[in-house]
């Protein structure tokens, strides 16, 4: 793959890049039609499917993740995709017994709440696999989605202080017809669960009207209490967090006003899921 795009470099050809873990949707799709818009008909368009395995604690879903691989293929085939990028994990993490991988990219201020508190080494992996794949596909554009949104500020963070040149570009969150972010990980939402996981729109819903009729904002402690009992309501979810915070740092805010951010992580069931808005 390297070989591949430094030829492509050579010829003066923009590659763009979208990193998936696989299991790929309309929302992946998105990004790879974004990436083609961007780098134009005579460009090249790259994903790469690799489900990272240091991005997943030890309690977290690793084995049982989605794959479809075929599936992916065919999908990205369709999209116009150039290069479906596979790699194994000995090519990702090289060593043995005597000389394990012991070289891990860390970002130690955009990455401390919220995901990375709920999950304390899982930006360490996303921000390695991240600068790996860079250094092996040599994008000049990657694409992200905004539904991981602590993500793909952490990756721009990483892009700007080690100097990569790469343009990240964030795009939106694509969603179902009843709001529910689409994800991967929607597949294990069996029988009701799938609808009551639509408690994460609603409480993105309920806080865009409660800061919306607020002139002068909300205190974070008492719209979080009131989204937890909004989604307490639903018997198999379970929230792990909710925070309001300045788009730009990601520092948490006391009074939650228009212009403000929303993450929120919730259990349905046994599947963890994620989602965020401005407000």
Not at 51 to 71: A, C, H, I, M, W
Not at 155 to 181: C, Y
């Amino acid at each position: 793959m390297q070989r591949l795009a430094q030829g492509w470099a050579r010829a003066g050809l923009k590659t763009g890049f979208v990193p998936t873990m696989g299991y790929l949707h309309a929302g992946h799709l998105s990004l790879v039609h974004r990436a083609r818009r961007e780098v134009g008909p005579h460009g090249k368009v790259v994903v790469s499917i690799y489900v990272n395995p240091t991005q997943f604690g030890p309690s977290e879903d690793f084995s049982r993740y989605p794959r479809d691989l075929k599936q992916d293929i065919r999908l990205c085939r369709g999209a116009g995709v150039d290069v479906v990028f596979t790699p194994r994990d000995e090519a990702m993490y090289p060593g043995h017994a005597d000389a394990p991988f012991s070289t891990y990219v860390v970002e130690e201020a955009l990455s401390q709440n919220m995901e990375g508190r709920s999950r304390p080494t899982h930006f360490r992996g996303v921000t390695t696999i991240v600068a790996k794949l860079f250094n092996i596909v040599q994008p000049q554009i990657a694409v992200f989605g905004s539904k991981d949104f602590q993500q793909a500020a952490v990756t721009k963070r990483m892009v700007r202080d080690l100097n990569f040149p790469v343009n990240i570009i964030v795009a939106p969150t694509h969603r179902e017809s009843d709001g529910l972010a689409m994800s991967s990980r929607n597949k294990y939402l069996q029988g009701d669960l799938r609808k009551q996981a639509v408690v994460l729109w609603r409480a993105i819903n309920l806080a865009k009207s409660a800061t919306g009729k607020a002139a002068k904002g909300l205190p974070a402690t008492r719209l979080k209490a009131r989204l937890k009992k909004l989604i307490q309501q639903e018997p198999a979810a379970r929230l792990d967090y909710v925070e309001f915070f300045e788009p730009e740092t990601l520092r948490a805010v006391k009074q939650v006003a228009r212009g403000a951010h929303m993450a929120l992580a919730v259990f349905v069931g046994k599947t963890r899921l994620i989602d965020n808005a401005r407000l």
